[in-house]
């Protein structure tokens, strides 16, 4: 375990999305640096990495849900909550373009109930998820936090919306808060099966081929949720430090992958038989064909740096679902 979140033994983190993969990954992470931790659970959430782990017998469980005021506000404040990891959010770009309301009010109503409990509550240190789809697409790559905010589409829209609203709240109200603009994510504990990494491991451990809903042509940025949850904690350093208030982070790999590499290293790392089939041209409706990001402000302000490689970590991701096989009936 590195040093980055050393201090969190006197600390109470309030994590929204804890239930979700990165959610799992920072759980894990404040609870073995000693902190009390608070989740927020919606009532129908049904199985996750948190539980299949027994994480959250640990933690301080509040029912509900994000876009309640009521219920986030009370959790900030009865728990006299410190330090809050904003990651709650509807992330799937599928259902987003389907239902871009409910997407909207998740996304955007969400982070200004948990940015007016922080401020009413003088929480210290709170970072939001955004995401580096905010960016839209540009065509000097990669991406620096300077980079003017163009998306199109409604995921994007929504998580450029929490970024600004986020990064407001210092501009206007001084409350110390920064946000993330991080690259897709990957890891085990993700129990998402329409995503490409955890949807290519769950067939090739069934030993199915796997079916690519494209060419296999789109690049990506990776980054492993282990190393996305240390950077999360570097950045709650440097927020005591009084460094980084209402501004934006990148994290990634800093080099994009095809998702025809990325399915090739799973069969590889798993060793299944399997070939995979590609049944698609170009890039899916509604997606970026190329995006990766430049993390050299979060590495010179915190030292911060990913530790594990693409190859290394889908093996890690591939042996945690082997050594959880309920999560792949999911």
């Known amino acids: ?89 509807q992330t799937i770009v599928g259902v987003s373009n389907r239902s871009p309301v409910s997407t909207f009010e998740t996304n955007i109503k969400g982070t200004w109930n948990v940015m007016e409990a922080v401020r009413l509550n003088g929480v210290q240190r709170t970072i939001v998820a955004a995401s580096d789809k905010s960016y839209g697409s540009h065509d000097e790559l990669p991406y620096r936090e300077e980079f003017a905010l163009q998306p199109r589409y409604p995921y994007d829209v929504s998580k450029a919306c929490t970024d600004l609203i986020a990064r407001s709240y210092w501009h206007t109200f001084g409350v110390p808060v920064a946000v993330t603009r991080f690259a897709n994510l990957y890891g085990g504990g993700d129990l998402n099966p329409s995503r490409l990494i955890p949807e290519m491991v769950n067939a090739v451990l069934h030993d199915r081929n796997p079916v690519i809903r494209s060419d296999g042509s789109p690049e990506r940025d990776f980054l492993y949720a282990g190393d996305a949850a240390n950077a999360y904690l570097a950045i709650a350093d440097a927020l005591d430090r009084g460094h980084g208030r209402g501004e934006a982070f990148n994290a990634g790999g800093d080099a994009p992958h095809s998702v025809r590499e990325i399915v090739e290293l799973v069969v590889k790392v798993s060793g299944s038989p399997v070939t995979p089939e590609y049944r698609g041209t170009g890039t899916p409706e509604g997606e970026i064909d190329r995006q990766y990001v430049d993390s050299t402000k979060l590495r010179t302000l915190s030292g911060w740096a990913p530790e594990v490689d693409l190859e290394e970590g889908l093996r890690r991701t591939v042996e945690w679902y082997r050594s959880h096989p309920e999560a792949l009936t999911r």
Do not use: Q
């Open 1 to 89: 375990m590195n040093d980055f979140g050393s201090d969190f033994a006197l600390r109470t983190a309030f994590v929204t999305g804890a239930y979700g993969m990165l959610g799992y990954w920072m759980v894990r992470g404040l609870l073995d640096r000693g902190a009390r931790v608070v989740v927020l659970k919606r009532d129908h959430v049904t199985g996750s990495a948190i539980e299949l782990e027994g994480l959250e017998r640990r933690c301080n469980v509040v029912h509900g849900s994000i876009v309640d005021y009521a219920t986030v506000e009370r959790a900030v404040c009865e728990y006299e909550v410190d330090t809050v990891f904003h990651l709650a959010a």
